[in-house]
């Protein structure tokens, strides 16, 4: 399994969604403001320009959900890879992880 592209530190790439949707929000708040003082002709101009820029953020927004969703897809093939290739050593940790659990709710 061959890794298409390199990822970004997950603050990274969460700084720069809340950019882009940032950036949308005051582009869409912009034209509304600008739909608030026009005339009926720039009306429709003003319009189209919201429309453009919630498009542009959809857009955006769909292309970080595939790129979330194509990493979830690599770590699930991984993980299963893994438990396949070592069952054992999965079985041994989960023992250990019931086992401690288990001591720390009856500590109590």
């Known amino acids: 399994m061959t890794n298409e592209t390199t990822p ?3 603050e990274s790439r969460k700084e720069g969604f809340m950019k882009d949707v940032k950036d949308a929000v005051d582009s869409a708040d912009a034209r509304l403001t600008d739909m608030a003082h026009s005339t009926a002709e720039g009306l429709a101009s003003a319009r189209s320009a919201a429309q453009d820029a919630m498009g542009d953020a959809r857009s955006r927004f ?13 770590a699930a093939d991984a993980t299963q890879h893994y438990v396949r290739e070592n069952p054992w050593q999965v ?15 009856t500590r109590r």
């Open 8 to 10: 970004m530190p997950l």
């Open 62 to 74: 769909d292309d970080v959900r595939r790129r979330a969703s194509h990493q979830a897809h690599c």
């Open 91 to 105: 079985l041994g940790g989960a023992a250990v992880a019931g086992f401690l659990i288990g001591f720390l709710i």
